[in-house]
């Protein structure tokens, strides 16, 4: 039997929250649809064109964003399938999202998150497991900015496929890949060997 979505759609969710937002302490710019939790924004592709768009129009670029329709109290719990109880977020926060039946500790949790931050500790993961210490980040970034690099690095980049069928991007250039390279690239060139 085909799978049957009986979520109410991304703009009657909006059209729930759009009026009560401000009071909870959540901004949201509703002509550049984005996570509801850390702000991640999918560039102007999704955004309202018009600054005079009236409400449909909005709506429709809230419809087709790829954010996903997150439970703030799961179904197994007790919570319904109504636009009170959705929440849209992109696919790393509803993947990271608590599961319990308290509304009001779920919008502490969401107004907590910051995708900027997010992305911050992943580079700091990627430097660490690289051996980058502070002290070298700069050379590091220096040859992330140079031409030779780019040059060379340019047949050695892969994107990384996401492992979810419900990604919100089909692939993605993980921070691991760029420090990766930069780190492997200053080897290279300290021994002579790194040409394009």
Not at 23 to 34: A, C, H, K, R
Not at 73 to 96: A, I, T, W
Request: net charge neutral; charged share 25%; hydrophobic share 40%.
């Amino acid at each position: 039997m085909p799978y049957v979505d009986v979520l109410p759609s991304k703009a009657e969710i909006v059209a729930h929250w759009r009026e009560r937002f401000r009071d909870l302490g959540i901004f949201i710019d509703w002509g550049e649809p984005s996570c509801w939790a850390c702000g991640f924004h999918y560039g102007s592709k999704y955004d309202v064109k018009s600054p005079k768009a009236g409400w449909n129009e909005i709506f429709d670029a809230w419809n087709k964003i790829p954010l996903q329709r997150c439970h703030i109290v799961p179904r197994s719990l007790g919570g319904k399938d109504e636009p009170s109880n959705l929440f849209l977020m992109c696919r790393e926060c509803h993947d990271q999202a608590p599961n319990f039946p308290f509304t009001d500790a779920f919008l502490e949790w969401a107004r907590a998150q910051n995708y900027l931050l997010r992305e911050s500790l992943k580079l700091e993961e990627a430097f660490r497991s690289f051996g980058v210490e502070a002290e070298r980040r700069a050379e590091i970034a220096a040859i992330l900015a140079s031409t030779g690099f780019k040059a060379w690095a340019r047949e050695k980049i892969g994107f990384h496929r996401p492992q979810s069928n419900y990604a919100s991007v089909l692939s993605r250039l993980t921070p691991a890949t760029m420090i990766g390279l930069a780190v492997y690239y200053s080897r290279l060139d300290k021994n002579g060997d790194a040409s394009p």
